[in-house]
DNA sequence: CATGAATGAGCCTTCATTCAT
DNA sequence: AATGAATGAAGGCTCATTCAT
């Protein structure tokens, strides 16, 4: 794919080059975020970028392998919020949770193009991405996973609850208010939007963890 | 947009006529929510319905208003089977919602296709069928907010809640849960589906409605 | 690689269609044989032919389909040719060699583009068209094979003879003639060539079989 | 064309830079015999030399003065090879020619790639090389018709024979059979391609020249 | 002397659409 | 009511060439 990988394996990437790329990257999630991959041309990729379509060809193959690269470059970012949402010093499950699910929201609203041009994608099986797609959801839904099976451990959860299912409950109720925020009332206050969320959990978690009360 | 309807407007459509039309209707679904709307061409469409290419034309008029149609198609299929989703004996919200989400993954079982395409649509902003597809969702998510309204109303959510967030909460959950179920475990019985996701709306509902308990 | 033949595979080709294919060989054959297949475009070949581009794909697939569709077109007109090179009551292989021969003088001086294009492609063994035109060559060089073997059997050549070698060499040694009388040359009468020919195959079948002698 | 020679025209080549020439000189002759000149890019080129594209341009000033410039290289290589072929103590002129053909087959087998290339332009009258090409091909055929003039002048030949012609088809002979001893059976021995050429040649010079004749 | 990132013209190909039959 | 041959605009991709380093 990468010419420059094939002739000289471990010659670090020019600088110039990176920042071509990370052009290329920016303009294509906002493109592709709104129009769709099928409707984005190359053509207005570069041209948004600033460079010429050939760029494109040299520095990622092809339009389909930036989109690949697009969606690994996203799952970085992703994978980073995650990592740092729940603090070091945090035992408890049930708060672990709501940060959790707060920093899904952050994410989104920081990298909401990022976040529509996934969900778009998410859901056509016969797509070339589907792999890649699936890989970065299962990676996220698994942290929700692995703190439901910890409270569940706790006795804090109904014990015949399928936290796989419930996993992909929460990250579903997550996304689409997320997005719906984005789409319908972005000068919300992130906070409301969290609020909501963290009440219709709270029932769920069967007690009270909510980060607003005192 | 339908030809015949334009020069003999009360003439009934022939049967032959709705046939193809049905047909057409079954290969773009399923072709269309595998791939997308861009990647599938009307040649696709026509080879997979049996018929020319032309006759796609004939009875459409074009790529786009197939689509159109189909998604009203789609359309009248949820509005149906949400309208049928509540007995009309039913006067507790509580139960009239587990009801609804028990409808919607039933739908969605169903019409698999047809959820995925609409699905897969809803984020694009910029797309010309933007406006149909958020009328969709606003109408079923309507049913859901109506009801915990009346829930509301009757005191038994918080009074702070909002509604519409919340409404679009649970859809998102259904519909994420749901295609989940389709795409991965095709084979559970959707009573499992169901069942898990009336435990996570029973704490939201702070009290027991679940049609599993006796 | 024919749709038609996909959806419809025994429906005779309409006429139409038949007329427009007959069109495209005709320029391709004489673009391509003045400069070659990389240098000519497809854009070229339907202006010429007075058709547009796209009816190149609908009828052949694409620019390399089209080519091997007019190889196989012109091994067509060349097998016909030399079947019908020597007349049924001969039957002296000698006097039969020098009329395929002539034959073959003929036809290059008659598809002169198809010959020049032919021999440009016969030496590069990488091109995906090297099976083809080997079965041409193949074809056309085993008619003189069989012709030198039966005059080996009658005792009119060194028994040592390697005929499929030697068939190789009348084969080049007519092409090449009869290509640069054409090039350089193509006010000469076909019957100076022609006579030069068997000049020099007559000394080689160790006796006078020419057809200029009385 | 060589930048170096126009700003310092007696300087000689460095012996860095004649080796990148024919590190270049050998990539391009193989691609280009096995795949066409216009099938074979200058990043093929450039890769299989071992350096950077630039270099090519660097040297050649582009890539059809790259062509340019191994043409001539392989007709070099030609003439000093048809120059050696006919000993000095050699006056016989069908002797001469004999060995004429015999230098030819070998000259192919040791520089095939470069005769296909060449074999494989020579019929396209509309390309920018065919003066090239067509200079090359008039020297080498020359030797053969001024053979075959001097035998006609000793009334070896009938003295009708247009030696024009004659020399195109010997010539035209020679190229196909080792070309194709190169293509189908690379593993016979140059003798015996030789010696069946020779068979065909003597009936024709009238006379037994055959060097396998004591 | 050599490099490799960038360029953009030109090409092959796809595909929604038209229309005569 | 349906067909399929033809169209041409639009898009993805290749590649010879340039140039700053």
Same mark, same amino acid.
């Given at each position: 794919?990468?010419?420059?990988?094939?002739?000289?394996?471990?010659?670090?990437?020019?600088?110039?080059?990176?920042?071509?790329?990370?052009?290329?990257?920016?303009?294509?999630?906002?493109?592709?975020?709104?129009?769709?991959?099928?409707?984005?041309?190359?053509?207005?990729?570069?041209?948004?970028?600033?460079?010429?379509?050939?760029?494109?060809?040299?520095?990622? +193959?092809?339009?389909? /392998? $930036?989109?690949? %690269? !697009?969606? =690994?470059? *996203?799952?970085? &970012?992703?994978?980073?919020?995650?990592?740092?949402?729940?603090?070091?010093?945090?035992?408890?499950?049930?708060?672990?949770?709501?940060?959790?699910?707060?920093?899904?929201?952050?994410?989104?609203?920081?990298?909401?193009?990022?976040?529509?041009?996934?969900?778009?994608?998410?859901?056509?099986?016969?797509?070339?991405?589907?792999?890649?797609?699936?890989?970065?959801?299962?990676?996220?839904? +698994?942290?929700?996973? /692995? $703190?439901?099976? %910890? !409270?569940? =451990?706790? *006795?804090?959860? &109904?014990?015949?609850?399928?936290?796989?299912?419930?996993?992909?409950?929460?990250?579903?109720?997550?996304?689409?208010?997320?997005?719906?925020?984005?789409?319908?009332?972005?000068?919300?206050?992130?906070?409301?939007?969290?609020?909501?969320?963290t009440h219709m959990v709270d029932g769920f978690l069967g007690t009270?963890?909510?980060?607003?009360?005192?």
């Open positions: 794919m990468d010419r420059m990988s094939v002739s000289t394996p471990n010659r670090p990437m020019s600088s110039r080059r990176e920042a071509t790329r990370k052009r290329l990257f920016e303009a294509a999630v906002t493109l592709i975020s709104e129009q769709g991959y099928g409707a984005t041309s190359v053509d207005e990729i570069a041209e948004r970028a600033g460079v010429a379509k050939g760029t494109v060809y040299y520095n990622f +193959g092809g339009k389909s /392998e $930036l989109y690949t %690269a !697009l969606m =690994e470059w *996203g799952v970085t &970012r992703l994978a980073d919020t995650l990592r740092d949402a729940v603090p070091s010093a945090e035992t408890d499950p049930g708060r672990a949770l709501v940060a959790v699910l707060r920093a899904g929201v952050e994410f989104i609203g920081e990298h909401e193009a990022l976040a529509r041009l996934l969900m778009a994608e998410t859901w056509r099986t016969h797509q070339v991405w589907y792999t890649t797609i699936r890989h970065i959801r299962t990676k996220a839904i +698994g942290v929700v996973i /692995e $703190l439901l099976d %910890a !409270l569940a =451990e706790a *006795g804090r959860l &109904r014990p015949d609850l399928d936290t796989g299912l419930a996993g992909s409950a929460l990250f579903g109720m997550v996304v689409t208010v997320a997005l719906d925020w984005r789409t319908l009332q972005p000068d919300r206050p992130v906070e409301e939007i969290h609020a909501t969320l009270t963890v909510s980060p607003m009360d005192p």
